[in-house]
């Protein structure tokens, strides 16, 4: 039986990671709270440092790691916001990044991981052979997987947000993040119950993408079959650790239409101000479905980030 993380797991990641990371604030908004009738509370990690929460799951896993076997670097596939993270984490401790990226990947995700000073290795764009060209990198130069979700150190890394959130704002009815791969999801759940035992966690995932749901009710893990949502961050399937840990500690999974992505993600651009990518706004549409019922409630939601590519808005 593969061990699972704790929340005193994730207590200690906080500590590791917290000289590193940026403690990005919690934003609420008077008119939103209006429309839906709670008092939502947003975790800007949008505002985190690569654009998103992951940089806290990658800086765990890169700082965790012992000198010898920080050694030769550390390697990954991914196009998104991983890359990017594990990137500028291993240029921070001073060993190489290996990334594998499918040479589809856009442009603007290519330009920042090459930014934070990462070698990249490009493939054609098919999960055999991201896995199989990570297999030969990491073969090449002795360099340590790190998963972008299953992963039991950045699964504890991604934790950290939603402790920071309810440390921040006290007692909440309702903790919700969105769920792709799943190591948000876990690592908040985690967070959540340890902290308040009687808190509802709720995950929305896009209803073109939802393996997770399905897996969820089903009780068994169904891989995500050609995807199509415009939440780039959510195509991937739950991975085993993320599996466990959602079937243990999450509530409910619920499903959105890509209209109510769209129109979430612009009214937070457009009555708060900030930028968010469309996956982080998954949560809030599930509200404005009524999927979630929150009315009078105190709700937080993980922005997951804001890596948006502004020459292809959805609106």
Known sequence: MTKLPTFSDIEKAHERIRPFIHHTPVLSSQSINQIVGAELFFKCE???KVGAFKFRGACNSVFSLSEEEARNGVCTHSSGNHAAALALSARMRGIP??????????????????????????????LQARESTLKKVALETGATEIHPYNYFNVICG???????????????????????GGGLLSGTALSAKALLPDVKVIAAEPAGADDAFRSFYSKTLLPSVAPKTIADGLLTSLGSL?????????????????????????????????????????????????????????VGIILSGGNVDLGHLPF
């Open 46 to 48: 949008n505002l985190q």
């Open 158 to 180: 991604q934790g950290t947000a939603a402790k920071e959130l309810i440390e921040e704002t006290g007692h909440l009815d309702i903790v919700m993040a969105p769920v792709g």
């Open 242 to 298: 993320t599996f466990q840990i959602v079937l243990n500690e999450v509530d409910q999974i619920v499903i959105v239409s890509e209209e109510s992505i769209v129109k979430a993600m612009r009214m937070i651009w457009e009555r708060m101000k900030i930028i968010i990518e469309p996956s982080s706004a998954v949560p809030l549409a599930a509200i404005l479905e009524g999927k979630a019922d929150v009315k009078g409630k105190k």
């Open 97 to 126: 990044a290996y990334i594998v990226m499918p040479d589809n990947a856009p442009e603007i995700k290519k330009i920042a991981v090459a930014g934070y000073g990462a070698q990249i290795t490009y493939c054609t764009p098919t």
